[in-house]
């Protein structure tokens, strides 16, 4: 599955630019669990309120990324927990009887940042959340380019999204996880054509292929990294290719020019 | 009344997060919905959780009655005053 990235743009573990992720990639820099958090001063302060961390994270990537069809882009919202930290305080709260906050429930839902991008964007775009477990952020790239490819859309914006989860749920976690957000501004690969071909300009392929025996992590375990560090490592660093395996599956990223 | 106006506008800016908004920005007879201080229905319901829980009184959503309670702050500090336990 080929495509073209039109735009990137991640915040998270400590880093906010272009040149923070491109240090990441040169091991110059490394990940911290800062929560320095986007101030999204464009949004007006009513909308803003009630925008948690998670959303934050998510809503700054998502309107930088796609800066110029925020109105008409389609959009795949991905993450493998979702915005857990509301939701635990929700559960917290019918456990102990509480009357449950509406503004909370409302804004717990996976698709909850997709609605408020909507809201404020005025996209009436077909939007979707997924979750995929270890595997979200490549299946979410599956997702989007198999949609932009099907519905033969000019572009499509993937926006992923993790925050810590609560101290209660850590134990289950096997991942190092940080709070992070990457949003993609994915376009196909326009033609075949040399002449139509921007010159230079990237090409991804991502390939979905079984585990085989050898691959590490063997067995059960889980890729001890975030698959969107991944590839962010890979997308900043320039190298042609990477290979990232789960617990399930082998996933194979080319870079090549047109 | 004016002790309680102080506190009902203070739960306002906790309960919806009101960010940069004093308790003296917000006016005692002024419209608190859309044309007013611009809060909107999930506000509505926040609020009436808040209110039940501080002040045990509860005011149903959807009758007109409770449109009129939650039109400004004096009308709402009246109706937690004549029915508060």
């Known amino acids: 599955m080929k495509f073209t990235i039109k735009k990137c743009v991640a915040w998270g573990g400590g880093l906010t630019t272009d040149q923070d992720w491109q240090e990441f990639a040169q091991k110059e820099k490394e990940l911290s669990l800062e929560q320095e958090l986007p101030a999204l001063k464009q949004m007006p302060a009513m909308q803003r309120r009630r925008l948690s961390p998670f959303a934050k994270l998510s809503l700054h990537c998502a309107l930088s990324a796609a800066e110029d069809c925020l109105a008409t882009v389609p959009s795949v919202f991905a993450s493998r927990h979702g915005d857990l930290q509301k939701t635990s305080k929700l559960i917290s709260d019918v456990a102990a009887k509480e009357v449950l906050s509406p503004t909370q429930f409302g804004l717990s839902v996976h698709n909850a940042v997709g609605g408020l991008f909507s809201i404020y964007t005025g996209n009436k775009a077909p939007l979707s959340a997924i979750s995929a477990g270890e595997d979200t952020f490549f299946v979410a790239i599956l997702d989007a380019v198999s949609k932009m490819n099907y519905n033969a859309y000019p572009q499509i914006l993937l926006v992923y999204t993790e925050a810590q989860v609560p101290e209660i749920y850590a134990q289950y976690v096997a991942q190092e996880e940080y709070s992070m957000s990457c949003a993609l501004l994915i376009e196909p690969v326009q033609s075949a054509l040399a002449s139509e071909c921007e010159e230079d300009k990237a090409v991804f392929e991502l390939t979905l292929s079984n585990k085989e025996q050898g691959d590490k992590p063997a067995g059960d375990d889980e890729n001890p990294h975030m698959q969107a560090l991944d590839f962010l490592h890979f997308y900043y660093s320039g190298v042609e290719q990477a290979e990232v395996v789960s617990k399930r599956h082998k996933w194979q990223f080319k870079r090549t020019t047109c | ?85």
């Open chain 2, 1 to 85: 009344m004016n002790a309680l106006s102080e506190e009902v506008k203070q739960l306002i800016i906790d309960t919806l997060d009101l960010e940069d908004i004093e308790p003296a920005d917000i006016d005692y007879e002024d419209a608190l919905f859309v044309d007013g201080l611009g809060l909107d229905s999930i506000d509505a319901l926040e609020l009436g959780v808040a209110i039940k829980k501080a002040y045990d009184v509860k005011i149903d959503n959807n009758s007109e009655d409770s449109k009129k309670h939650f039109y400004s702050v004096k009308t709402l500090c009246e109706f937690i005053a004549a029915n508060r336990g």
